[in-house]
């Protein structure tokens, strides 16, 4: 890291410490769903951030949670205890949404009272800011489609909520990057690995789209059939994969097609993903070029193993924690390579 003013140095640890609590919360929102917590809070109180106290209070929660389909369909021998239990999963991961937002908001008015953030920046935290109120809103979306006839929260409406966590995630990131990196940003017609970043674009797209497919696995819970490798049913193409009609329906809701596609997309892009690394370590002897190369290969290499052991062990809580972090910071090495490149 270059020599940074005082003020820019306050700014990139407050942004990282944002991007820390960012990540918690894409992690923690995985284990809520892996736990089936997701639905066990039935309102929103924008303003509400003290828990149920005392016995009367936790009382009437789950007697409200007992009116939505979720409990009268699936959850009907739930306890009050066992209703605590997924109930604090939701509770943290909406407080800790909030948190992130003062977190946030109140360095922001401080560092811009005492005039320390530049003006460029300004715009884009802004920008940051909107994003996470909009997604809050779209996380309560989500959470009202489960709140119906079908107790399940839509598919659609998780992948774009994930997809938006990361777009916001990669933005502070890539903020964090510029403050970092003391070379300016060279424009592709005036760079001299043209070629190199506009593969690092197309991959990085390839890793969103293949963490898009994993949304939809997730929201679908698609993970849970099949679980074996490489074959599925016994075949590399298994029955009922294009079983629904419209056929664009199939890699949307149809469970088998679902889970296909994203093994396979990820097994492809992962093997793209070890041919960059091989071939970028060998182009280039610049060392923040070499660490972001290194530092792809490693990573993805480890997402395959936890992506293979997450599926045979039928998606245990952590194993699956853990395939979602990994995909988290996978994108976060690749898009460092990306920005590096984006300087030469």
């Known amino acids: 890291m270059y020599e940074i003013s005082v003020d820019d140095r306050a700014i990139l640890r407050w942004l990282q410490i944002c991007l820390g609590l960012i990540f918690i919360m894409v992690i923690l929102g995985g284990v809520t769903r892996l736990t089936g917590s ?45 209703f605590k239990s997924i109930f604090w999963f939701e509770y943290s991961h909406r ?32 920008i940051m800011f909107v994003l996470g109120g909009f997604q809050g809103l779209l996380g309560w979306y989500m959470v009202k489609s489960g709140l119906v006839s079908n107790p399940h929260v839509s598919q659609y409406r998780l992948t774009a909520h994930l997809l938006s966590a990361i777009l916001i995630y990669g933005f502070i990131l890539w903020t964090i990057f510029n403050l970092t990196n003391k ?41 849970l059939i099949f679980n074996t490798f490489p074959l599925m049913g016994g075949n590399f193409i298994p029955e009922g994969i294009g079983a629904l009609s419209p056929w664009y329906l199939n890699p949307l809701e149809n469970l088998v097609t679902v ?7 990820a097994i492809g892009t992962g093997l793209l ?56 910071v996978l994108f976060s090495v690749l898009l460092f390579n990306v920005h590096t490149l984006s300087r030469v």
């Not at 889970?259 to 997309?265: A, M, S, T, Y």
């Open 38 to 82: 997701g639905l066990s809070m039935v309102t929103w109180h924008p303003t509400g951030m003290l828990p149920p106290f005392g016995s009367d209070q936790w009382l009437a929660e789950f007697e409200l949670y007992q009116q939505f389909p979720e409990f009268q369909k699936i959850n009907s021998d739930l306890t009050l205890e066992g």
């Open 259 to 265: 889970q296909f596609d994203h093994r396979w997309l």
């Open 183 to 223: 070379d300016g940003y060279r424009r592709l017609a005036e760079s001299s690995v043209a070629a190199w970043r506009k593969a690092s674009l197309g991959l990085i797209c390839l890793v969103l789209l293949t963490i898009v497919s994993g949304g939809f696995v997730a929201g679908l819970k698609a993970g």
């Open 95 to 126: 407080m800790l949404g909030r948190l992130i937002g003062l977190v946030f908001l109140l360095p922001f008015a401080y560092f811009r009272l005492r005039g320390m953030i530049k003006p460029g920046l300004i715009p884009r935290l802004v």
């Open 273 to 328: 993903l070890i041919v960059w690394y091989t071939r970028g370590r060998s182009h280039f002897d610049q060392s923040r070029l070499q660490r972001g190369f290194k530092l792809v290969g490693m990573m993805v290499i480890l997402q395959l193993i936890l992506g293979i052991a997450t599926l045979l062990l039928q998606v245990p809580v952590v194993l699956g924690a853990l395939h979602q972090a990994g995909a988290l």
